[in-house]
């Protein structure tokens, strides 16, 4: 168990082509100077044109009680990001899903003078209409929005959405992918 918690306690750090140049604690990792790592992000639709948000727990050290995409982790040294989002999706939302990778894009967000983000995250998607269950201890609620309503909250209320979460809703509208 312990060889468990300590690969689930890691991040992959990377260069800004994806090679990697070692492993760090997760939480060091999201500490100021904050390195770039390898981040997985999950976006999930239903089939009546509604996204799948999720406020985080408010256990998170970066950006607790702030909505963002149906999920978001760090894949394990080694793993590929397809089994890590797979993986991740059912521990945090309860339920798997078909996901198909979108993109990969970089990010660098600070959420105070202690935590923040440096991220080269890549994008999977999926459809999904059954029952969320989500893990308490990841996410706070959940809910599922139409696009148009989003981006009009987002327009409206920016700070209450991560950055990623922001961005990812940006590069799918450009890919006029939702």
Known sequence: MDEINAKYNQVVLVDS?????????????HQHPVPLHRAISIVIVNGRGEMLLQKRSQQKP??????????????????????????????EMGFTTPLKYL???QYDA??????????????????YTGQVKPNPAEAEDYK????????S?????????????????????????V
């Not at 909505?67 to 993986?87: I, L, M, Q, Y």
């Not at 003078?113 to 459809?127: I, M, P």
């Not at 599922?144 to 981006?151: E, G, I, S």
């Open 103 to 105: 993109f990969k894009y």
């Open 153 to 177: 909250d987002i327009a409206n209320n920016p700070s209450i959405y991560t950055p990623w979460f922001r961005d990812i809703l940006r590069l799918l509208e450009k890919r006029k992918a």
């Open 17 to 29: 082509q994806d090679r990697q140049i070692g492993t760090m604690d997760k939480v060091k990792a």
């Open 62 to 91: 970066t950006w607790p009680l702030y909505w963002s995409n149906a999920c978001c982790t760090h894949p394990f040294d080694g793993e590929p990001g397809r089994v890590c989002a797979k993986r991740r999706l059912q521990e």
């Open 110 to 127: 600070r959420f105070d003078k202690t935590w923040g983000e440096c991220e080269l995250d890549s994008v999977y998607w999926g459809k």
């Open 144 to 151: 599922w929005l139409p696009f148009a309503v989003l981006k």
